[in-house]
């Protein structure tokens, strides 16, 4: 994985300096919170209702051993001994305090870590496949364009004040497992019909108030090109996209306002302004970001067939690894969705674990899924059960992958300052219908529950297959239901079913859908989604509201 | 409807409560305070820059203590209402 030259070091030391003074500066009166606000919220600091809550970035999801130990010692030195993994393949504290926060920096700084760009109106982290490198799916790593994105957007004078936040994802195969069509920019790298590497562009995706699935605006731009492309994007949207309304300032509104035909028009015609400049980075920064990313030292005599005889393994096993592009390996997920859990919360000690795993079993490296969920990307088939014995044991083994209790929650009102209503609640309250029957959860099938505490979306309900929102409805908490909804390839928006329900209401809802869909589908192979899709939504609605 | 006075601490974060003199962790200390004094009260205190996100709760009074009436506000007297670990004994999760 990338490791920091002097030059990223130094960006980041100069960074967390200037914050630090500015830290000072607040906490000695020198500055008023208002001018503070800006300045700490660019550095991904929040106020929120109990506390700070710090978001820390992890660039396209991937840390080392040595990284998921640092943030282990955050939660227990700087926070209360856990983190929240999000669904922007960051990491949140909840509890940090501001007169703590410089020597914080300073210990992320040892790891070649930071904060910055994790909020506010600029390119946010870079997002991808949870399973890059590691896919035999994909035409090459997507991980060294994302990092040339990430050093590329890295405090970018010109994109440091856009109109709004902006969200690119990378992925390498026909098959999106980063939700590339919902976010601002999406890039598919894929080959031509010469076999050269590419970018199929996506612009205009994203969730929120107006959610919007993105539209390809070219379906070939060079590997060697993609950068003045991304520029010349991100050039027409700060020009002008709308800076009057917060709610109609994402690229999505200015693509729509535009049509997608003007709005390639003007792309093309400030990427051939731009071709005099030489903006692209040179052979030689790719081959030096590539080198970076090499496979790790496979073991080629490893077994292909394991023993799967217990059970409980076998379950895990089916459920929670992905197929390896290197025979006698595969990916894991760390599924942080455990009965009576919370949604993408890890304690320290479990971080500590994960970083021991992983630096013993998976090439010392770890990702991080929009799904709220961990991924050990490369791990010899015959330490599966190794592994899972000692995940087993700190809670991490749960075989729900994609499964109904594989639920997406966004912090919601027990945390967040903008949420009308609790994610988390809803989430553990459906999980326990199933979460003691893992043969029942199977037999569901992959089912994918997105909720979302308010309309902003960090739940991703529009991209459920069912989706929860939480509302207000006259200082209550209301729920809404929506159906239908895809990230991945074939992705679609979820739509409202009906009238809103209250907490009990919502989960109840959800029961009954998933008892319709069972009565209705055409076999064990026919996904809720897919048995939606062909039935439309009058069944299931005749389902609910009964 | 009867208001109390809350914000956050500048260094800390944590949330306060206004008890008429001082800034206190529990709401059960808190002062209530007339509707018409709370814009004043606000004016008056900011200027010092300590205490972040001025705001009036309203509140009911039950048994002597203090009950928002928003469920927001409840979480945010109380602490998350998935994290019952983090709730004060005196005020457990179950009253949010």
Known sequence: ?546 | MPHILTGNRLETGDVLWWDGSDWTLHIREAALIEPAAIEALIAEMKPAERINDLAAVEVTVEGGSYRPTTTRERVRAIGPSVRPDFALPSLPVDTI
């Open chain 1, 1 to 546: 994985m990338y490791r920091y030259d002097k030059i990223d070091q130094a960006i980041v030391d100069a960074r967390v300096a200037e914050f630090k003074d500015q830290v000072a500066r607040r906490l000695n009166n020198e500055i008023t919170e208002d001018q503070f606000k800006p300045l700490r919220l660019m550095n991904g600091l929040y106020l929120q209702l109990h506390a700070y809550m710090l978001r820390v970035a992890i660039p396209y999801g991937t840390l080392s051993g040595t990284q998921m130990r640092m943030l282990a010692h955050i939660a227990r030195k700087y926070d209360r001994d856990y983190g929240h993994f999000t669904t922007r393949q960051n990491i949140q504290y909840n509890w940090i305090k501001l007169e703590q926060f410089s020597d914080l920096l300073d210990d992320l700084s040892k790891v070649e870590m930071h904060a910055f760009q994790t909020s506010g109106n600029c390119i946010r982290n870079i997002s991808s496949d949870q399973f890059a490198g590691a896919a035999a799916d994909e035409v090459a790593d997507p991980r060294p364009y994302a990092e040339l994105l990430r050093q590329w957007s890295t405090l970018h004078p010109e994109f440091s004040f856009l109109p709004r936040k902006f969200k690119i994802a990378v992925i390498a195969s026909e098959a999106d497992r980063a939700a590339i069509q919902l976010h601002d920019i999406g890039l598919q790298l894929r080959k031509n019909d010469a076999g050269d590497l590419g970018f199929r562009v996506w612009v205009g995706g994203g969730m929120g108030r107006t959610p919007v699935l993105a539209k390809v605006i070219r379906e070939f731009i060079p590997v060697s090109q993609f950068l003045s492309y991304s520029e010349a994007i991100l050039r027409v949207y700060n020009r002008y996209g709308r800076r009057d309304n917060i709610y109609k300032a994402r690229i999505k509104i200015l693509v729509n306002e535009l049509g997608i035909e003007e709005f390639t028009r003007q792309v093309e015609d400030e990427w051939a302004l731009l071709q005099p400049l030489a903006l692209d980075a040179p052979q030689s920064e790719y081959d030096r970001i590539i080198a970076q990313f090499p496979d790790p030292a496979f073991d080629p005599a490893a077994p292909d067939s394991i023993d799967v005889s217990n059970p409980e393994f076998g379950a895990w096993v089916d459920q929670n690894t992905h197929f390896h592009k290197q025979r006698g390996y595969a990916s894991v997920t760390i599924s942080l969705k455990p009965p009576g859990g919370i949604p993408g919360d890890a304690s320290s000690a479990q971080m500590d674990i994960i970083a021991d795993l992983a630096e013993r079993y998976a090439h010392d490296e770890i990702r991080v899924t929009h799904s709220q969920n961990l991924v050990l990307a490369h791990v010899r088939k015959v330490d599966l059960h190794a592994l899972w014995t000692v995940l087993r044991a700190a809670g991490l083994a749960t075989a729900n992958l994609d499964l109904v209790t594989d639920i997406i929650a966004c912090p919601g009102m027990d945390y967040c300052t903008l949420a009308n209503a609790r994610s988390i609640p809803i989430a553990q309250k459906i999980a326990a219908k199933f979460e003691n029957d893992g043969a029942a959860q199977r037999d569901i099938g992959e089912l994918k529950i997105k909720i979302s505490g308010c309309i902003n979306g960090c739940g991703h309900h529009h991209a459920g297959h069912i989706g929860i929102l939480g509302v207000d409805k006259k200082g209550e908490e209301a729920y809404q239901l929506l159906l239908g909804g895809s990230g991945a390839e074939d992705a679609s928006l979820a739509k409202i079913l009906g009238p809103g329900f209250d907490e009990n209401g919502i989960v109840d809802a959800v029961d009954r859908l998933i008892g319709f869909y069972k009565s209705a589908r055409t076999g064990p192979d026919e996904r809720f989604l897919d048995a939606y899709r062909r039935l439309g939504p009058a069944p299931f609605k005749d389902a609910v509201y009964v």
